[in-house]
Nanobody, 116 residues
């Protein structure tokens, strides 16, 4: 069983919206940071948005004002609402979790494609 279950990717036209969700219910250690990274073909993986247990978000500059990250600590879930999507947002989006013990876990990824 995979520790992170991701959902919500797909194909959308420029200007459209998608919502990514990640469930980390199989991680039993206290979770500190949850978030999303992405990797486009030929590029390095980059941070999209992360959020601390206390609810403080950090966004990559290009998504500020368009993406919103949120989490539910009781359910160990993190959600990324993506609005005003652009073709350059096309990538494999992976959920990320780090625990209070320093353990990092990555999801298998969900594809987001923005194209007309």
């Amino acid at each position: 069983q995979v520790p992170l279950v991701e959902s919500g990717g797909g194909l959308v036209q420029p200007g459209g919206s998608l919502r990514l969700s990640c469930e980390a219910s199989r991680i039993t250690s206290p979770i500190n940071v949850m978030g999303w990274y992405r990797q486009a073909p030929g590029n390095q993986r980059e941070l999209v948005a992360v959020i601390t247990r206390g609810g403080s978000p950090v966004y990559e500059d290009s998504v500020k004002g368009r993406f919103t990250i949120s989490r539910d600590n009781a359910k160990n879930t993190v959600t990324l609402q993506m609005n005003s999507l652009k073709p350059e947002d096309t990538a494999l989006y992976s959920c990320y979790v780090s625990t209070s013990w320093g353990t990092e876990t990555w999801g298998q990824g969900t594809q987001v494609t923005v194209s007309s």
